[in-house]
């Protein structure tokens, strides 16, 4: 039996990479002590995690998540 194969052409967020760079330099420096996140991969899964404030205090967390909700609420309401 022949296997077929097929070129898939890569994606690379340059914004997340961007995002992501900004945020370990800061996380370095000691400004960013916590984080709260979800990643999403090619096939749309996702995986979230939190940790340093964001998980000593998850009150705190839970609030800033609510108010990111509402930000993306807005942002999907501006691209439809």
């Known amino acids: 039996m ?3 194969f097929r070129l898939v052409e890569e ?3 340059d914004e997340t990479v961007a995002l992501l760079e900004d945020l370990l330099a800061q996380a370095v420096k ?3 002590v916590g984080i ?8 749309n899964r ?6 340093g404030k964001a998980h000593a ?4 967390a839970l609030g800033l998540l609510e ?7 807005q942002h999907a ?3 439809r």
Do not use: D, M
């Open 30 to 32: 000691g400004e960013v």
């Open 67 to 73: 108010r990111l909700r509402s930000q993306l609420n």
């Open 11 to 13: 994606y690379i967020s």
């Open 57 to 60: 205090e998850p009150v705190l």
């Open 46 to 51: 996702y995986s979230v995690g939190w940790g």
């Open 77 to 79: 309401g501006e691209i």
């Open 36 to 43: 709260a996140f979800i990643t999403l991969n090619r096939q």
């Open 2 to 4: 022949t296997q077929r």
